[in-house]
């Protein structure tokens, strides 16, 4: 299809199916615990229709029974969102095999006007992967075929369904000497269409940059079915417009991602790992200048918390423990570097610590001896968010607001606090 | 205004100029001399009206007498492209001074159905930026401010009009220890709103990536006058449509970019270059992966001629010598590290270019010993493409369309030249 005409059509078909999600979603919001915003009620919009029988035939003609589920069990998981803030109301959760089957379903759910909400692996933390009302839930987890991937000419690019878990594909990728240039701690769980569809940072944004740089090439299906082919491998192609950036970061409300073209870096040997503390914000701001000047190329991670998150993650998680004395700090920063040469980068990393100890940027730190102690450093940012149990017990919301603040601030975003 | 709406104004309001647009390059491509498919003649569009002296009235009094070029020595400049290869044939330049003077000119130009071609440093290579026939040339040369560049929350984001030329802007960073995210051998000419409107990929690419990873922002004039301000500084923004990277590599065809923000590198201190040659197309492949591994995150640039390219650029270009002894190389490739330590970088890259030798992957290098020596192997590079007397003088097409082939991969596009 001629570029600028699939994109006039995109916006176009998926207009209705747009404006339904971006509906739920704000709706969503509002029925949010920690929404602070003015309340209102939001009523289901009436023009959208019922499931009634004739529909469940209809989609066991395409998917099957095992594609068609209205077990209340698995409905109840796929209707509430992983932190257990939201809650929808779906009668059915629709599994599809492939892409072909996506197209179907939107096909019809768009000529019947029901209403539907993509679903990955239901890991998000802002409720957009779960039902509001009753709308038809289509969960792509069984699409999880990995295509291609191309080592033979170097190119690294990774071809793949969009119900790929993404630690499934670090793992596969870690087999072929490569890793995925993004990592996040919903890991276990999430999907790379999800993933994509979320435009998710992750972990090593800072390295390896958005999804933006790293997505080569996507299929997805539009609200009318039609199946958008732009699972391009080339790490530029300037040939029209490039469509796919819409599909990042828009959770969905375009079209539903059936499968991923991703640029993959080779793995690099030499892992450190540092926690630190700081007394004030600026000295994690200008440690984080500073790291990308001293560490240079080697520079994989930064993170952040300040001390409430720290207190409730050490207060409230199991198997975390504060690898610095328990005194107190405003801020604690975890830094890791990844590069091709174990003894210079250990090197290289214990001199920035020390000029930034004797500077006074850092008050104080300590380097992961080996890969248990850098994995209990990862724990500590990788479950802030990871534990329901985290945010249930949260007396403050302000807390919790302000470690995904800071999270958002490992992410590179540089949220002004003050 | 709302994301989504605006997307679909965008490709709406949009889609006769872009088809303007696209019929023009197609049209050109098929009179380029060097376009090889079955060539068919192009007339222009009786939809399109021409120029009356209304007109000409009406954009002075919008740019004042100085803005409206009608001189014939300019005209001929700006009717040319770089390398001489395409001629249109517009009376009228238009150089507007702000973004509200662009804005003027496309709503007017679109009320009276003239046809428009945007232009900036007019350096490309495939006659993009000037008219097939009697287009208005727009021209956003003098939209050249530096509007702000933040340091102080060490984001190191640019925000530029996008007049700016390119190595105005790298001279502006130096100072500020910074370096733009892209480099190009047109930097002298090329501006930064038509790199990004070109999606330009540059020296830089394999290092900081493609510009959908590195421009935070931006701000565009759709065709019937819409300011769209897309011009955010996060580097991170998933709040709706992320419609910038339609207009990344869009050639103009969805609007004219005004405004650019753009996330930049801090400048690190040491950089090593090696020029090598390779005997099989396969071995400079492997030496690629290999660079990834063994170089890590200090690999800035890893660049590719063929032995053809290197003839025409040594016999043809004034001010280019061979690095290497005289034998004849099937393939030639120059690579960059930019690190933050002098004397490892420097270890570093010599350990792996004495392994590749041993190997066998590399049949002769040589490693730049002074800052000169740097230089002029970086000059063989830029060369390639930036003397009109190489193309004009060149026997066979087809070598430089290879020139131009190797220019792609050496982009990290890897095309498979068998």
């Keep these: ?169 670090i793992s596969f990728l870690d087999d072929e000497g490569f890793i995925m240039p993004l990592d996040l701690g919903a890991k276990g769980s999430c999907q790379i269409g999800g993933n994509v569809s979320t435009n998710a940072g992750g972990l090593r944004l800072l390295r390896y940059g958005s999804l933006h740089g790293s997505v080569l090439g996507l299929e997805a299906v539009l609200a009318n079915g039609t199946v958008l082919d732009m699972l391009g491998t080339l790490r530029k192609d300037n040939t029209g417009y490039d469509l796919k950036h819409l599909f990042i970061g828009s959770e969905g409300s375009l079209g539903i991602v059936t499968k991923v073209s991703i640029l993959t870096p080779p793995k690099l040997s030499s892992v450190n790992i540092a926690f630190l503390a700081c007394e004030d914000y600026t000295s994690c701001q200008k440690l984080l200048l500073e790291a990308k000047k001293k560490l240079g190329g080697i520079l994989s991670a930064f993170e952040f918390l300040d001390s409430d998150a720290m207190s409730l993650v050490l207060k409230h998680l199991d198997g975390v423990r504060n690898p610095l004395p328990p005194s107190i700090h405003n801020f604690y920063i975890l830094i890791e570097t990844t590069g091709s040469n174990e003894t210079f980068d250990k090197e290289n990393l214990e001199a920035f610590l020390l000029h930034s100890v004797e500077s006074g940027l850092v008050a104080n730190g300590v380097l992961a001896q080996d890969i248990n102690q850098a994995s209990s450093f990862w724990h500590i940012r990788e479950v802030i968010t990871m534990h329901p149990h985290f945010v249930v017990s949260s007396k403050s919301p302000i807390l919790l607001w302000r470690v995904l603040w800071n999270w958002e601030l490992t992410l590179g975003v540089y949220l002004k606090l003050s």
Tied chains: 1, 2.
């Design 1 to 169: 299809m001629e570029k600028w005409r699939a994109a006039d059509r995109l916006l176009k078909f998926s207009s209705r199916f747009a404006s339904a999600v971006n509906w739920n979603n704000s709706c969503k919001s509002k029925q949010g615990k920690y929404f602070y915003s003015v309340a209102t009620t939001v009523h289901r919009n009436p023009l959208f229709s019922s499931i009634s029988p004739d529909d469940i035939s209809y989609f066991k003609t395409i998917l099957g029974e095992r594609g068609v589920v209205q077990d209340a069990l698995a409905l109840d998981a796929a209707n509430t969102d992983w932190m257990g803030k939201y809650r929808g109301s779906s009668k059915l959760l629709l599994q599809p095999k492939n892409t072909e089957e996506v197209s179907q379903i939107l096909k019809y759910c768009n000529s019947r006007c029901l209403a539907v909400v993509p679903q990955g692996g239901n890991t998000g933390l802002v409720g957009g992967s779960v039902p509001v009302f009753d709308e038809v839930i289509i969960n792509v987890g069984l699409m999880r075929n990995i295509l291609s991937f191309d080592k033979v000419i170097v190119s690294g690019v990774l071809v793949c369904e969009a119900g790929c878990i993404l630690e499934n594909l």
